[in-house]
């Protein structure tokens, strides 16, 4: 059963591409009429590829890995940060950090320094500081905060990236194909979608169509979250069952070994000698 229909996405206005001059020919595929000089969206592709994309995305979640959402927009880093959040996933909304997946050992020390900062400020270590060295780290700490605090819980690579605007977000999308780290990109008519590997034809500057999608994807995420939940309570509830089981067969047990290992430590009943042999008559002469 598709994840959205038509009127829906028609409605959220994600149909509507870019100017006609504007576009990249290699979304010719997804590209239904021109109308006015701009690129209309075929949203029948673009519902069977999202419902396509939403499925990956469950199936990633559901093994338990993080999926790191890239929107630096300024009118859809909002909607983003929200989805991401509600969910429990890492999200960049500010300026890519370049190297952020390609030198990820260096994010985790900058992360990491955040953290060792509030932490002396929480045991009075710099409360001897002065006032410009305090200011000095308390800029220094909104700035980390600003740039890397919705990655803090990210401590090794993201499984997938989520990237809304894949022509804008172009060095994230480079430094996961190079990592070999799938990308699920919504992707307008001015953009490549080469490079993507699920890819979501759709309006990326328009607000109600990046949310209508998040939507899609984000209920797909955790669905495969709860899914995981709910296999992991079985395994447990199976494994309580088989040490319920194995303790109830113990005590039956129990007798049988005993009365072999008394039987073993019994002493040897005396064996009874058998009767001599009658001696032979002697041969008649």
């Known amino acids: 059963m ?37 690129h209309i ?31 630096t927009k300024k009118q859809t880093k909002e909607v983003i940060a929200e989805k991401a959040t509600s969910i429990n996933m890492p999200y960049v909304t500010e300026r890519w950090p370049g190297g952020m997946l390609t030198n990820f050992p ?20 710099y409360g001897n500081l002065s006032k410009r060295e305090l200011l000095q780290i308390t800029r220094q700490r909104a700035k980390l905060e600003k740039n890397l605090g919705s990655i803090a819980d990210l401590v090794r690579l993201p499984s997938a990236l989520f990237v809304v605007d894949v022509l804008k977000e172009n060095i994230a999308v480079k430094e996961a194909n190079r990592l070999g780290i799938p990308v699920f990109g919504i992707v307008d008519t001015n953009s490549d979608p080469k490079n993507i590997d699920f890819v979501i034809p759709a309006n990326d500057d328009a607000k109600d169509s990046v949310e ?16 995981r939940k709910v296999e992991k309570a079985d395994d447990k509830a199976a494994e309580a069952q ?6 109830e067969e113990k005590p039956a047990r129990r007798p049988a070994r005993k009365a072999r290992k008394d039987a073993a430590e019994a002493p040897a009943a005396p064996v009874a000698e058998a009767p001599a042999a009658e001696e032979e008559a002697p041969a008649a002469e």
């Open 2 to 38: 598709s994840r959205t229909n038509f009127e829906q996405l028609l409605q959220a206005g994600c149909h509507f591409g870019h100017l006609k001059r504007k576009w990249n020919p290699a979304m010719a595929p997804y590209i239904y009429t021109e109308r006015n000089g701009i």
């Open 41 to 71: 969206i075929d949203l029948y592709k673009t519902s069977a590829k999202l419902d396509e994309a939403a499925e990956a995305l469950k199936q990633i979640a559901k093994s338990g890995k993080k999926i790191l959402f890239v929107g």
């Open 106 to 125: 260096t994010i985790r020390k900058a992360v990491k320094k955040m953290a060792n900062i509030d932490r002396l400020m929480n045991d009075g270590t």
């Open 212 to 227: 209508l999608i998040l939507n899609v994807c984000c209920a797909a995420i955790n669905e495969g979250i709860e899914e």
């Open 242 to 247: 088989a040490e319920a089981e194995e303790a």
